[in-house]
């Protein structure tokens, strides 16, 4: 049996927004109502919106952009680790989370999938992986990095969090709702929209749990 769970963020105004981000706006440009052909709606949105994946290119002047990413490291097997307690998640932590050899791609779950699912205030006290934490990633050759968040790294403190994971070309997918996730091994499917030329794209993120 199959269960399949969205992990992503609703892209509409009831989600927290980045410090002077613009979000998004979705403007009708025609409507039914008013006698139109049609529905039809124009986008106007910071790329780092609600959930999606920050491609190398965001910190790497020579990186990677999205529509450069290999697919396959979006689509497959995923280690959901939880970490309910942690002010910030380190070396240390990672080392005891009991996370599989070989894991390719993990989800970091914290408190932070609460701050995520009550409303649009913005809060600078997230939960963030510690540098000695993206180095820990980079070593395990873990391709896919994903935390409940709107960064990987913290607000303040631990700025080389982005830079140490993005020049080894691991994609980092952030703003994931985890809420309803447990501790485990899933099937990932997590696919940004194709930008070309962007160092990020908003993502819909699924996992499968098969039992």
Not at 116 to 145: M, Y
Request: net charge negative.
């Amino acid at each position: 049996m199959k269960q399949h769970i969205d992990i992503s963020l609703p892209l509409g105004l009831n989600i927290p927004i980045w410090p002077n981000s613009e979000g998004i706006t979705v403007i009708r440009t025609q409507n039914l109502d008013n006698g139109d052909p049609s529905n039809n709606s124009r986008i106007i949105a910071d790329v780092h919106t609600g959930t999606h994946i920050d491609a190398p290119l965001h910190y790497i002047k020579e990186g990677k952009s999205v529509d450069e990413i290999n697919t396959d490291v979006l689509i497959g097997p995923t280690f959901v680790a939880e970490f309910p307690n942690q002010a910030i998640v380190t070396k240390k932590d990672l080392e005891m989370a009991n996370i599989p050899e070989n894991t390719e791609r993990l989800l970091i779950k914290t408190q932070n999938s609460q701050l995520l699912t009550k409303g649009d205030k913005f809060t600078e006290n997230f939960v963030g992986l510690s540098s000695d934490a993206a180095q820990w990633v980079v070593n395990k050759e873990i391709r896919l990095i994903g935390i409940d968040y709107l960064s990987i790294q913290p607000y303040s403190g631990f700025h080389k969090t982005h830079e140490i994971l993005l020049k080894e070309d691991i994609v980092i997918v952030e703003g994931l709702n985890l809420t309803d996730v447990m501790t485990g091994i899933y099937q990932l499917i997590c696919l940004p929209i194709k930008i070309e030329g962007a160092e990020g794209a908003p993502a819909r993120a699924i996992l499968v749990k098969t039992s």
